[in-house]
């Protein structure tokens, strides 16, 4: 039988963690490893609250393991580091994404795109080569391989660095590598919520000409005069979508609800290009003719390697894009988890872990 939480490795660890479906969280005594060779070890100071961790806790992908501390959008400050660590020192300011190792040797790993490893463990409910459960960062330490760390420029505070790790870079990312960065392309953003409101903020500061497709009009004051966007199509609004009809280059999709692809591969150039980043739970309707009749392209496209995620933060640091954050305290947290599930946030949360989490909580 597997150790107990608490005994498994050495160095006492607290947090907060969902014990079965119904995905109430509640305070969690667990350890972390040693600090190895080549581990970073940190307090942890902030961390973000991402949509998957609502379906994780409460088992809606059917892989969790109970008990489950979530958490991927991880800030905060070294404090030990191991014998052979290159990169980090004690009092630097890290985080860690959504990923906390990989096999190392298959072809994605080599070409820095851990995040297509068939073997990547991810930050939590996932298995250690060890046998044992990852923990997330809804804790208070936390001891990662120094290849999974993340460098957290000095001009980026921590709080608003937290959800870049995940919601930064699974936007930047296919900006990236679909070539939708270059100044002076047509983008639509999909949705604006945690990813579209940053998948905005990037592709402005790329130079896009950016338009917000959205079901909720009154998103459109938000979009333009907060955000920067530079036009709004209502996407149930059939004029305004027959008038932008073959306007776009690109479209990042970030909506996680069923919704129709046709209208939104109709806004597209020819060879243009749909990238979806939302994981809607069933099967969306592909019209192939459309596609066919423009040389138009759908992809996908899942966060970002540890290579391109520091090239993301840094690009965030230089061009002072911060999501839009509202911080909680921990104990707020179940009830942040019911927002998240009714969109009412603004459009992240994020755990004030160093101020709230008490052992006695």
Known sequence: MAAQPEVEHPKKAFGWAARDTSGLLSP?????RETGEKDVAFKVLFCGICHSDLHMVKNEWGNTIYPIVPGHEVAGIVTEVGSKVQKFKVGD???????????RKCQSCADDLEN?????????GSKHSDGTITYGGYSDSMVADESFVISI????????????????????????YYGLDKPGLKIGVVGL??????????????????TVISTSPNKKTEAI??????????SRDQEQLQSATGTLDGIIDTVSANHPLLPLISLLKSHGKLVMVGAPEKPLDLPVFPLILGRKL???????????????????????????????????????????LKADVKYRFVIDIGNTLKASS
């Open 28 to 32: 969690f005594n667990f350890s972390r």
């Open 93 to 103: 300011r890290v985080g860690v994404g959504c990923l906390v190792d990989s096999c």
């Open 116 to 124: 297509y490893c068939p073997s990547l463990i991810l930050t939590y």
């Open 153 to 176: 420029p000095d001009n980026l505070p921590l709080d608003v660095a937290a959800p870049l790790l995940c919601a930064g870079i699974t936007v930047y990312s296919p900006i990236k």
């Open 193 to 210: 919520g945690g990813l579209g409101h940053l998948a905005v903020k990037f592709a402005k500061a790329l130079g896009a000409i950016v």
């Open 225 to 234: 005069e907060h955000l920067g966007a530079d036009s709004f199509l209502i």
């Open 298 to 340: 759908i992809g996908g496209s899942m966060i970002g390697g540890l290579k391109e995620t520091q090239e993301m933060i840094d690009f965030a640091a230089k061009h002072d894009i911060k999501p839009d954050i509202e911080v909680i305290p921990i104990d707020y947290v179940n009830t942040a988890l019911e927002r998240v």
